[in-house]
């Protein structure tokens, strides 16, 4: 399937922008759990019912967070236990909703106070069956040292193709953590800002990326898109540019899964 983010870049009615989005034939949406985003898209609970109403699917659900207030995960004190429970809280609304996920920031220094709180956090993951999808941002050691030090069923991997793109375009996310990968936030840049855009607007190997994700199993193709910078664009364009791209996409995916499983039973035979 083919998704977009629910906001992706204009300031159109909650109710006009789901139906734009059916209308153009794309398949889902990724949402987050934000209060802060209430006056943009609506409350969880009003988008979810505009969601069943035009039958769109949902994908993975985004944390709510502030970036500032992070790192207070991995210290001690009360700011620390607030920021647990408030994620504890959108794993409830993720399985209530039912999103495939929950994507996650990191921002901090890994501790064993932050560690205990990740691994509370799992446990209701686990017992509900929601995965923390923990997101590629420019943040790396303290996503590297999360997946180093647990090892948990529930922990998987979002891979941001716009934040690799801008932040550290050399490390392979998906070949090192592609065994994790649970969703997907694709947008493009020109590798010097997080700019979320269409690829016409970007740098990025899109053909490379496909090869990658040939190796995995299937996954939805979600577009987490700000579309209101690019002048000119109006949003009827967007969704189907999004949903091209998509598709484009998708046909490479499947020709390189096709040539793998090939050499695969070749290498077996």
């Known amino acids: 399937m083919i998704g977009i983010s629910f906001y992706f870049g204009f300031k159109i009615p909650s109710e006009e922008r789901c139906k734009m989005i059916k209308e153009s034939g794309i398949d889902s949406v990724i ?8 006056k943009q898209n609506g409350k969880l609970k009003e988008q979810m019912n505009l969601f069943n109403k035009y039958n769109i699917k949902v994908s993975s659900l985004h944390m709510a967070y502030k970036s500032s207030e992070l790192p207070n995960f991995w210290k001690r004190g009360i700011k620390g236990a607030i920021l647990k429970n408030r994620l504890k809280k ?8 039912g999103f495939n996920s929950v994507v996650v920031h990191l ?38 040292d999360v997946f180093k030090n647990i090892n948990h069923s529930h922990l998987k991997f979002c891979y941001d193709s716009g934040h690799n793109n801008v ?16 969703a997907l936030h694709l947008h493009d840049n020109m590798g010097k800002s997080d700019d979320h855009t269409l ?11 496909a090869k990658k994700l040939a190796k995995l199993p299937p996954i939805n193709l979600d ?11 109006l949003a009827e364009q967007v969704l189907s540019t999004c949903l091209k791209q998509g598709k484009e996409l998708q046909f490479l ?7 793998y499983i090939k ?3 070749i290498k077996i035979n």
């Open 253 to 259: 995916i499947d020709k390189y899964r096709k040539e």
């Open 167 to 182: 932040f550290d375009k050399d490390f392979d996310y998906l070949t090192k953590f592609g065994d994790k990968l649970i």
């Open 31 to 38: 949402t987050t759990a934000d209060k802060k985003y209430n």
């Open 90 to 97: 959108d794993v409830k609304l993720a399985h209530k909703y």
């Open 263 to 265: 050499n695969i039973n």
């Open 107 to 144: 921002i901090g220094e890994y501790s064993k106070i932050g560690e205990k709180r990740l691994k509370n956090v799992l446990k209701l993951c686990e017992k509900l069956n929601v995965p923390l999808a923990i997101e590629n941002i420019d943040h790396q050691k303290i996503f590297l």
């Open 223 to 233: 577009y987490e898109l700000i579309m209101c910078y690019n002048e000119g664009y």
């Open 199 to 209: 690829n016409v607007f970007g740098t990025i190997n899109w053909e490379e990326i």
